[in-house]
């Protein structure tokens, strides 16, 4: 379809063509992308496939390793606490990490010792308590209530289903 210069002297007949035109490229992209994402789920799903025997040996030799290196931290792993091979490291490593059990407890002590620095407050603007109040006609400092049409190109899923 040749381009319009002027816009604004374009016909409804040719306006339904350029969204039919529209249309039909969203069609062949969406029909792409599904393509792309079935040859993706099936490279994954063979890659999955062939790393489960390595990640099932991986599981054994830990479970076989794990203990020997907890019982022999004092003799093996002591200083330096891990060993080197060629291959990489292996040996023991520090963590130390917090459990919440109850964390409206620990919340609640933090608020009352005003610990505010064991908990986190995310405050965020709700945009539709701020709507509600500008469409009231209050004032609300900082905001505004921009409105206007927007423009709508959305081909219907039954077209961009159909072969």
């Known amino acids: 379809m040749p381009v319009i210069s002027d816009t604004r002297d374009m016909t409804v007949e040719q306006a339904d063509a350029l969204f039919a035109e529209y249309a039909e490229a969203a069609k062949r992209k969406a029909r792409l992308q599904a393509m792309s994402e079935v040859r993706i789920a099936k490279e994954k799903q063979k ?52 459990k919440v059990e109850d964390a409206k407890t620990v919340i609640q002590h933090a608020k009352d010792a005003g610990d505010t620095d064991l908990y986190n407050v995310r405050e965020t603007v709700s945009k539709d308590a701020v709507k509600t109040r500008i469409k009231r006609g209050e004032t609300v400092p900082g905001a505004r209530l921009v409105e206007g049409d927007l423009v709508v190109l959305r081909p219907s899923k039954a077209y961009l289903e159909e072969d």
């Not at 290196?69 to 963590?95: C, M, V």
Request: charged share 30%; proline share 6%.
């Open 47 to 98: 890659t999955d496939e062939a790393c489960a025997p390595h990640e099932t040996r991986m599981r054994e030799i830990e479970a076989q390793l794990a203990p020997w290196i907890r019982a022999n931290a004092e003799t093996h792993f002591k200083r330096p606490r891990t060993r080197a091979t060629s291959q990489g490291r292996y040996g023991l490593q520090f963590d130390a990490k917090v």
